[in-house]
C-alpha cells in the first residue's frame, strides 16, 4: 500500500503578515537608529552661535516651566539689527502646553536707561538682554533664554518640517514690502512665502494684521510637524539651528522640547497679544511717533492669568 502524502497548505496571508511586521520593524529599527546617532552627535556639537554672542541674563531656569524671548531679526545689513517680532514662548514640560504672547514693538514702555520709548528700541539700544530687562520692568515677566531667529533660518525650517507647505487663506493681494506679490484665496505656502504672509503690514490693521498671522502661522506649523515621521529630522533641524539662529539655550534642552513637541500632540498653542483689546489707547508722541499708550496693570494681569490657566 503506498501511503497518501498529505501536503501542507502554505497560509499566504500570514506569511505576508510576517513579512509586513517585519518589514515595519525595520524601517522603524532604521529610524531609531539615525534619531540617536543624529542626537549624540547634536549632544556632542553645541549650537555654534551659542557661544556668549549676547549677553543675556535670564532668569534662573524653572523645572515646571520656561519662558522664552523670541526675536525675528531683520538685519539687513544695518547695525544695529531691527526686530520685527517680540513674543514670549511659554514652555510647560508637565502637561506639554505651549503658550505663545506676541508684544507690539510700538508700545510705549519704560526702558531702563533710556526713559520712555517704543519697546522695540530696547532691542537696538542694548540686544536681547535690555529688552529682557525692559519687559520685566514693565510686566513682572521671569525670561529664561533668548532665541533670536534670522528670517533666512525661518524660511528652511518650515520646509524642513512641512515640506508640503502650511495652508493659509489671504484676504487681498499682499505685496508692497515683501519682495513678491501673493494673491487672495486660499493657498498652501511653502517658506519664502510663508515669510513673505506673515511679514506684510501694510493694510488697514498694520501691526495688529502682522501679529495675527505670525500665531496663526506658528499655530499650524506646529499641528503639521506632529509626529513621529519628524522625529529622526531632529538632528538636521539642530544643524538649521546652529546656522541661523542666535540662542542661549543649551543643545540638550532643545533636543528635549523638541522631540516631546514633535511627538506630543497634546493641544493646541495658546496665544495672546500685549496689549489686549481695551487696553491701549493709539497716540502721537513729538518725538517718536505713533505708539500705543497702554494701561500697563490690566496688561501685567492679564499676561499673568493667561500663563496660570
Given amino acids: 500500500m503506498q501511503r497518501s502524502r498529505r501536503r501542507k497548505k502554505v497560509r499566504w496571508g500570514r506569511v505576508f503578515g510576517a513579512l509586513l ?42 523645572i515646571d516651566e520656561i519662558n522664552v524671548l523670541l526675536l525675528g531679526s531683520d538685519s539687513r545689513g544695518e547695525e544695529p539689527a531691527r526686530t520685527d517680532t517680540i513674543m514670549i514662548a511659554h514652555y510647560d514640560p508637565q502637561t ?36 529682557r530687562k525692559t519687559i520685566v520692568e514693565n510686566f513682572g515677566l521671569d525670561i529664561h533664554y533668548y532665541a533670536i531667529v534670522d528670517f533666512k533660518g525661518f524660511e528652511k525650517v518650515v520646509d524642513l518640517l512641512v515640506p508640503n507647505g502650511i495652508e493659509v487663506e489671504i484676504p487681498y493681494e499682499m505685496s508692497y514690502g515683501i519682495g ?82 514633535i511627538t506630543n500632540n497634546q493641544s493646541e498653542i495658546e496665544t495672546l497679544r500685549i496689549p489686549e483689546d481695551g487696553s491701549f489707547e493709539n497716540a502721537r508722541h513729538e518725538e517718536l511717533g505713533d505708539v500705543l499708550e497702554i494701561d500697563l496693570m490690566q496688561n501685567i494681569e492679564s499676561i499673568h492669568r493667561f500663563l496660570e490657566e
Fill in 21 to 62: 511586521f517585519l518589514g515595519i520593524f525595520m524601517v522603524g529599527l532604521f529610524t531609531i537608529i539615525q534619531y540617536i546617532e543624529g542626537t549624540i552627535k547634536v549632544m556632542n556639537e553645541p549650537l555654534k552661535k551659542a557661544e556668549g554672542k549676547q549677553s543675556f541674563q535670564g532668569a534662573q531656569k524653572k
Fill in 96 to 131: 506639554h502646553k505651549i503658550k505663545l504672547i506676541s508684544f507690539m514693538r510700538d508700545m510705549l514702555v519704560t526702558i531702563p536707561g533710556h526713559g520712555q520709548q517704543k519697546l522695540n528700541a530696547a532691542y537696538s539700544y542694548g540686544g536681547p538682554e535690555l529688552l
Fill in 180 to 261: 513678491m506679490t501673493l494673491e487672495p484665496g486660499i493657498h498652501r505656502l511653502h517658506g519664502k512665502e510663508l515669510l513673505g504672509y506673515v511679514r506684510f503690514r501694510h493694510d488697514r490693521l498694520s501691526d495688529f494684521g502682522r501679529i495675527e498671522r505670525q500665531q496663526e502661522v506658528i499655530s499650524k506649523l506646529k499641528e503639521e510637524a506632529v509626529g513621529l515621521h519628524n522625529v529622526v529630522k531632529l538632528p538636521k533641524l539642530f544643524d538649521l539651528l546652529s546656522t541661523y539662529i542666535d540662542t542661549n539655550i543649551e543643545s540638550s534642552t532643545i533636543i528635549t522640547i523638541g522631540k516631546d513637541i
